[in-house]
């Protein structure tokens, strides 16, 4: 089967970016297997590295659960069949029984696999005000 190659572009990967904040805030693990390489290194707040099974376990057990994530500034920066976001969202919901009502900062690195925009890392950091 042949498949065509998208073009990586600024409005595609907003688009993606979208698709992972809704995904998160709906809890929608199927999504988020799919916009998570299964290579996925992310590095939280804490300096933890988790892999995709983390971050989908996280979601799946509604140990992590957002009720809102509000993107602010974003900047996206193209590099081939890579694109590095950096995007600042405040994020609202609970972590375990821990409440979230912050900002914080998230790197990633999206890249093009079989046809779709997958996140191959990751890291995020709280914002200080």
Do not use: P
Request: net charge negative; hydrophobic share 45%.
């Amino acid at each position: 089967m042949f498949m065509t190659k998208e073009i990586m572009n600024k409005a595609r990967v907003e688009q993606y970016e979208e698709k992972l904040r809704v995904a998160m805030v709906e809890g929608d693990v199927e999504s988020l297997e799919a916009l998570l390489a299964d290579e996925l290194v992310f590095v939280n707040h804490f300096g933890q590295f988790l892999t995709k099974q983390d971050d989908l376990a996280a979601h799946r057990s509604e140990i992590l659960k957002f009720s809102n994530i509000e993107i602010g500034e974003q900047v996206i920066k193209l590099l081939g069949d890579v694109a590095v976001t950096s995007t600042k969202a405040f994020l609202q919901g609970t972590v375990g029984e821990q409440e979230i009502n912050h900002e914080m900062s998230y790197s990633r690195v999206w890249k093009e696999q079989n046809g779709t925009l997958q996140v191959v890392a990751g890291h995020c950091s709280a914002v200080v005000s």
